[in-house]
């Protein structure tokens, strides 16, 4: 792996070459030529020029290396923050899908049977779309300069589908999202936003089962603004507790954009609130 510090460039050619012009002054001064004195101003002014091209050339060599490093560095930096990128997608990715499955087959032991194929149903479906997701991310990281797609960008529009998901698994969710203000808002932020609703309401679905929650989503003093709310663990509901990433990367992403998160209990149940600014700092 490259050096992670940034590369430095430090040159000794021109000093080099200026401390051998003078001392090669130093030893003209020190003992003139009694004779032949045009031959050896030839010799010094040819010496003098040898030594300052071999400077600049020593100088150009060098600040190609130097470029070339840096560049490599550049790259290598570039490619860990893709890295982080990805390994957030994939953790997101398999920690919604697993929940949802391993939620949907929890809730079914509490039902009859037409819930339990309907629980079927939503495992298949949750398993296969996250198969195919899986798959397709994998293909990208395996290769080079791929043009293979990665899953379409989330934006708001998306929102009510990532409700709607949760309803199915159970939720009873009362949703406003606010458009006003939100206009032109940037495709990472909107990404961050999905992302926050979805962890929010998976940790509701894993922790306190079919209980009643509240999303809401707009602007307040330009700043985007999320909350999602639920009223604790309905009755009989055992806890299914996840790898504890989750918060942590919601926590990552809205660094990146100088956000901040507040979740912990509230009441009963549990509050998820966050802010960023409709300008992000990334």
């Given at each position: 792996m490259?050096?992670?510090?940034?590369?430095?460039?430090?040159?000794?050619?021109?000093?080099?070459?200026?401390?051998?012009?003078?001392?090669l002054?130093?030893?003209?001064l020190?003992?003139?030529p009694?004779?032949?004195?045009?031959?050896?101003?030839a010799?010094?002014?040819?010496l003098?020029?040898?030594?300052?091209?071999?400077?600049?050339?020593r100088?150009?060599?060098?600040?190609?290396?130097?470029?070339?490093?840096?560049?490599?560095?550049?790259?290598?930096?570039?490619?860990?923050?893709?890295?982080?990128?990805?390994?957030?997608?994939?953790?997101?990715?398999a920690?919604?899908?697993l929940?949802?499955?391993?939620?949907?087959?929890?809730?079914?032991?509490?039902?009859g049977?037409?819930?339990?194929?309907?629980?079927?149903?939503?495992i298949?479906?949750?398993?296969?779309?996250?198969?195919?997701q899986?798959?397709?991310?994998?293909?990208?990281?395996?290769?080079?300069?791929?043009?293979?797609?990665?899953?379409?960008?989330?934006?708001?529009?998306?929102?009510?589908?990532?409700?709607?998901?949760?309803?199915?698994?159970?939720?009873?969710i009362?949703?406003?999202?606010?458009?006003?203000?939100?206009?032109?808002?940037?495709?990472?932020?909107?990404?961050?936003?999905?992302?926050?609703?979805?962890?929010?309401?998976?940790?509701?679905?894993?922790?306190?089962?079919?209980?009643?929650?509240?999303?809401?989503?707009g602007?307040?003093?330009?700043?985007?603004?999320?909350?999602?709310?639920?009223?604790?663990r309905?009755?009989?509901?055992?806890?299914?507790?996840?790898t504890?990433?989750?918060?942590?990367?919601?926590?990552?992403?809205?660094?990146?954009?100088g956000g901040?998160?507040?979740?912990?209990?509230?009441?009963?149940?549990?509050?998820?609130?966050?802010?960023?600014?409709r300008?992000?700092?990334?």
């Amino acid at each position: 792996m490259e050096d992670t510090q940034r590369p430095s460039w430090t040159s000794w050619a021109w000093p080099a070459a200026v401390g051998l012009v003078v001392l090669l002054v130093a030893l003209l001064l020190l003992f003139p030529p009694t004779t032949g004195t045009s031959w050896t101003i030839a010799a010094f002014g040819s010496l003098v020029v040898a030594i300052l091209s071999w400077a600049w050339w020593r100088t150009r060599r060098q600040r190609i290396r130097y470029e070339d490093r840096l560049e490599s560095w550049a790259r290598e930096r570039a490619a860990l923050g893709e890295r982080l990128k990805i390994a957030r997608e994939l953790h997101d990715l398999a920690s919604h899908g697993l929940g949802v499955m391993t939620v949907r087959a929890s809730t079914a032991k509490l039902a009859g049977k037409e819930e339990w194929l309907a629980a079927l149903d939503d495992i298949e479906r949750v398993g296969r779309r996250s198969t195919d997701q899986l798959r397709r991310m994998l293909t990208v990281l395996r290769t080079s300069d791929s043009d293979v797609p990665m899953r379409p960008p989330e934006s708001l529009a998306d929102l009510e589908g990532i409700v709607s998901a949760a309803r199915r698994r159970g939720l009873d969710i009362e949703a406003a999202i606010d458009e006003t203000g939100l206009d032109g808002l940037s495709p990472e932020l909107q990404m961050t936003v999905c992302a926050i609703v979805r962890e929010a309401l998976s940790n509701t679905t894993r922790h306190a089962g079919r209980t009643s929650a509240r999303v809401f989503v707009g602007a307040k003093d330009d700043h985007v603004h999320v909350e999602v709310h639920d009223d604790g663990r309905s009755g009989g509901w055992r806890p299914h507790p996840g790898t504890g990433n989750g918060l942590r990367g919601l926590r990552e992403r809205l660094g990146l954009h100088g956000g901040t998160l507040r979740a912990g209990n509230s009441g009963e149940g549990f509050s998820l609130v966050a802010e960023m600014p409709r300008e992000s700092a990334s």
